[in-house]
Each structure stands twice: as C-alpha cells, then as structure tokens.
C-alpha cells in the first residue's frame, strides 16, 4: 500500500491561527475559509514523502528472494539468472547440476550448443538437451524473461517419454515381423496348393497342410499373447483382492500346462497352506508359462520342480527349476522383454512366441511382487517368484488343508 505525506505540525497550527486573526481582523468568512484551504494544500504537496521500497530491486535482490522463495520446493529443477550468471537455483537445480551452480555462468553450467544458443537470446524460447545427467537423457530447456535482464529456466526431463515411444516402435515392428513371419509360410503355401490342384501327391499335400495347420496355430498362440499382455497391462494398477489358496492353484496350473504326455517329468512340493489376494486367472497363466517354459527348454531325460513355500518375511514362493541346458549370463537381465529370445529358432520351432516372460513380469508387478531368474549353464535354471501373503481366516486355513 503507497504511504501518504505527513503534514508539518507547525506548519498546519500556522495556518489555523492566520485564518482565524483574518477572521477576527474583518476579512470575510468565506474569503478566511478559501484562504486556509489554498494555504493547507500547499502545505500537502510541499511535504516530504517516505521513502518507496525498490521494486526494480536495483541490484536484483527483492526479485531474486521472491523467485527464490517461489521455485524453491518445485520438483522440476529451475533456475533464475540476470544475463548468463545463475543468481538462484532451486533444490531440484542444485541436486541435478550441483550445489556450485548458484553464481556460475550458465553457459559452463549446461555446456550445450542448444542450451548456449537459447541463453544468448533475450527473448523467450526452449530447446531440447541430451545427457545433462546421464548419457540417454533427454531434457526440455524453456527460458522466460521477466524483466531487468533476469530470466527463469525451466528444465523438463523427457527421457520417460522418448523411451515409452521408442518402447512403442520397437514393440510395432516387433509384432508386425513374428506375424508377417507365419502369414508369408501360410499364404505360400496356400497359392502352391492352389496353383497345382490335383498334380501332387497325397504325401506332400498332407505336408503342406501339417506346415500350414502348424503356422496357424503359431499364428492364434501368438495373437492370444498379444491380448493377454494388453490385458495385463491395463490392470497392472489394480491390484486385485481375491482370497486364493496359492499351493492349490499352482498345482493345478502346472499339471494343466504339463498335460498327460509331460504330467510324469513333473515333481510337485505344493503342501504349503499358502493364501494370498490375486487374480486366479492371471496367476494360473503366469504358472502354466513358467511350467511349460521349464519343460521345453529343460532335459527331456530330466524333472522339472514345482514348489511352493512361504518365506522368511511372510511371503509366498513360487519356484520353478528345471535341469536343462541353463542360460548365458548376459541373456538374463532381457529375459522379460518382449520378443526377445535366447535361441531364436529353437523357440520358433517349440512354438514359443517371445511373450511368456513379458506376461510373467507383468502379472507379478500386479501382484506387488518379485520375479528373478538365476541360472547356471549345463546345470540348468531356476525362476522364482515372490508375492506378499495375505493373512488367513481361520475357515480359509481349513479350507486350504482340505485342498492340501
């Protein structure tokens, strides 16, 4: 708020005294009253006025501590400068760029043609730098000046964004190569058939059936993949509230993914009464994918183990172990991604699609839980998966002991 001027005491007694005496002496009230009033609003703009505060700041100071004030919390890091010095950097600057950047040269400070570029501007704009932190980041600069040559710096991380969309591209291509792979081997053989009607002979038509029967369900295997892991990817924030008896449904689950013909290469240690919240039909996919992965890829000669116990920290433990070939160390941090296969014509030719261990990973982060791989060339691999217990009832525990 402006202050007003203060009116000198003496001077204002002065002038009520003098149009009292013109008053007394004869002169005219109305004449005295006109007199007084020219003489008190001389006195008003002759009188000194306080000081203003400097909003302009002069050397800057009101406006660096507003600013300052202002930014200081923000999560995305900011910085004000006045020409190219850094006058004030928040905490979110000072833990990116470090702590000396306050006083420095901004030039120095983000060391990139683009960032240079815009600070030598005085104007507003933005510009997009890479490594400012780590060598992949990429980083939205935007400056706007405000006034008295100073300039806020907004610096956005934009990493997360380029890495989803990369994510995206690479999926698309990926997807669009596994189903244009068994389209072409159907279609060709489809147009041989179609093209010799009747000139070969039964062996080698009923071959080119089995090749296309056996393309097309690689085909309806890797399309239900495809909508299983869009499935599971849409609710992996719902975390799911259903009471299950773990030990039970990963018994079932394994035998159903072994069938008849692989049920004697399995070893079952599922006594544990075991209850956790989950999503039964996610989670017997989740086994019946280990479960299957366990017995294409282990020793046809050899068990796979299936077990299910609880651990030190009140959680439930799934392990699948199989004795196969095992698996190179540095195939195992990709495991889980998408389409990515350690043999790749082993895995076409088993009928694999390159999604199991992507579903299994989402599955498991639904379930707020763990998954590792550890595996050990010539002696085989073990998967584990670890999911938080939910505390039972005492009607649960009996009904997971008669199930047991």
């Not at 003489?39 to 909003?55: E, H, K, V, Y």
């Not at 600013?67 to 833990?95: K, Y």
């Not at 400012?132 to 040559?149: F, T």
């Not at 080119?208 to 309806?220: D, K, P, S, V």
Request: glycine share 8%; hydrophobic share 40%.
């Amino acid at each position: 708020m402006e202050q007003r001027p203060t009116l000198s005491r003496p001077g204002l007694a002065l002038a009520l005294v003098s149009a009292i005496g013109m008053v007394l002496a004869g002169v005219g009230f109305h004449i005295a009253l006109i007199i007084l009033a020219i003489w008190l609003g001389t006195l008003w703009l002759s009188a000194p006025r306080p000081p203003q505060p400097d909003r302009s700041g002069g050397d800057g100071a009101f406006t660096r501590a507003s600013v300052g004030d202002l930014i200081e919390h923000s999560a995305t890091p900011m910085l004000l400068t006045q020409g190219s010095r850094v006058t004030t950097a928040n905490l979110s600057a000072r833990r990116l760029l470090g702590s000396h950047l306050v006083d420095q040269d901004a030039r120095v400070a983000f060391r990139h043609p683009e960032a240079i570029a815009l600070l030598a501007r005085d104007a507003a704009g933005s510009a997009i730098i890479r490594g400012l932190e780590r060598r992949r980041d990429i980083w939205s600069m935007n400056r706007q000046p405000i006034g008295d040559g100073f300039a806020v710096i907004e610096l956005v991380n934009r990493t997360s964004e380029a890495d989803i969309s990369r994510a995206h591209t690479d999926f698309v291509a990926n997807a669009s190569h596994e189903l244009r792979t068994p389209l072409a081997s159907i279609i060709g053989y489809v147009e041989t058939l179609l093209d010799t009607p009747g000139s070969l002979d039964e062996e080698t038509s009923d071959k080119f059936l089995g090749t296309i029967a056996r393309e097309a369900r690689r085909l309806q295997h890797l399309v239900e993949d495809l909508m299983s892991l869009s499935r599971v990817e849409a609710e992996k924030h719902d975390q799911p509230e259903e009471e299950i008896g773990f030990a039970s449904l990963v018994e079932r689950a394994a035998r159903d993914a072994a069938g008849s013909e692989r049920a004697h290469r399995l070893e079952m240690h599922c006594n544990s009464p075991v209850l956790i919240a989950g999503d039964s039909q996610q989670l017997e996919q989740l086994v019946r994918n280990l479960v299957d992965n366990a017995l294409k890829y282990g020793d046809d000669d050899k068990m796979v183990s299936v077990a299910v116990d609880m651990s030190d920290k009140g959680e439930a433990t799934l392990t699948v172990e199989d004795r196969g070939e095992g698996i190179a160390a540095e195939h195992l941090p990709h495991l889980t991604r998408r389409f990515y296969r350690t043999d790749p014509g082993r895995s076409r030719a088993s009928g694999g699609t390159g999604l199991g261990l992507a579903i299994v990973k989402h599955i498991v982060e639904r379930h707020r839980g763990r998954l590792d791989i550890d595996s050990v060339q010539g002696e085989g691999t073990t998967v584990t998966v670890r999911i938080p217990c939910k505390a039972p009832s005492q009607a649960a525990v009996r009904d997971i002991a008669k199930l047991s």
